[in-house]
């Protein structure tokens, strides 16, 4: 495991990296999980071994510090992202962005497109959505005993790297999440600066039926026998897609 220190207050990012050929291959999470423990077995598939494999988790979540006084906000994430890629030297990346990370990499994007040079999104979350996990609570009350709901209410396969998720990041990252931001996350993904591709579930297949990406010409490659969590389901699946997809953006 690395760090790599982005503030507030000393907050360091943690991240596994696998050493291979540049571009660098930078992996984002979703909300509740934590990429090494997504994204290793995906990283090191015949169609991706190889390559530069950075794992980060967010703050707040996986092997990240949970500072009290950041707003764990979508832009919030981005930026402390793009700290992370400046200290380490890192531009034009390959990202994949899963899900809540996805809509992150919309914002990082737009905000600093010098430091993406394919996006691959998996999933990722568009516009705004109703967040039943966190709405119905206060922080306080969330913090006391809406956390501990929320992860007996989810599958243990999720649990597993939720718990290990701070509550108060847990809590700000959803509400947000949930608001998402202005511009919204499906005008980011249709003006964006930077190649982007689209990957989804073949058993989820929602991304396929938006008649606004369908128009748009974004594109869109299906991992077969997988949902939303497609890395989990079939891991091979899921690294020909990425490569098939950033070969799409070449």
Request: glycine share 10%; charged share 20%; with cysteine.
């Amino acid at each position: 495991m690395k760090q790599v220190e982005v503030g507030p207050e000393g907050a360091r990012l943690g991240y596994v990296e696998f050493d291979g050929d540049d571009p660098a291959l930078l992996f984002l999470h979703g909300l509740g999980a934590c990429s090494p423990i997504y994204f290793a077995r995906t990283a090191v598939e015949p169609a991706l071994a190889g390559r530069r494999a950075i794992m980060i988790d967010f703050l707040g979540f996986g092997i990240s510090d949970r500072p009290a006084v950041f707003g764990y906000t979508l832009e919030d994430h981005a930026d402390s992202i793009a700290r992370a890629l400046d200290t380490l030297g890192l531009a034009r990346v390959d990202m994949v962005a899963h899900s809540m990370g996805g809509s992150i990499a919309l914002v990082l994007a737009s905000r600093r497109p010098d430091l993406v040079g394919r996006l691959v999104l998996a999933e990722p979350n568009l516009g705004s959505s109703a967040r039943p996990r966190v709405e119905p609570f206060t922080e306080a009350a969330f913090v006391q005993f809406g956390f501990e709901q929320a992860l007996s209410e989810v599958d243990p396969e999720w649990g597993a790297t939720m718990r290990l998720a701070d509550p108060v990041a847990l809590y700000r990252t959803e509400l947000a999440l949930g608001r998402g931001t202005t511009p919204m996350m499906d005008e980011l993904l249709l003006n964006l600066a930077v190649p982007c591709a689209l990957v989804e579930g073949a058993l989820t297949a929602e991304l396929a039926e938006n008649p606004s990406i369908r128009a748009s010409g974004i594109p869109l490659r299906v991992v077969s026998a997988a949902g939303h969590c497609m890395m989990l389901d079939n891991p091979a699946g899921f690294a020909r897609a990425i490569t098939e997809a950033l070969a799409d953006l070449s």
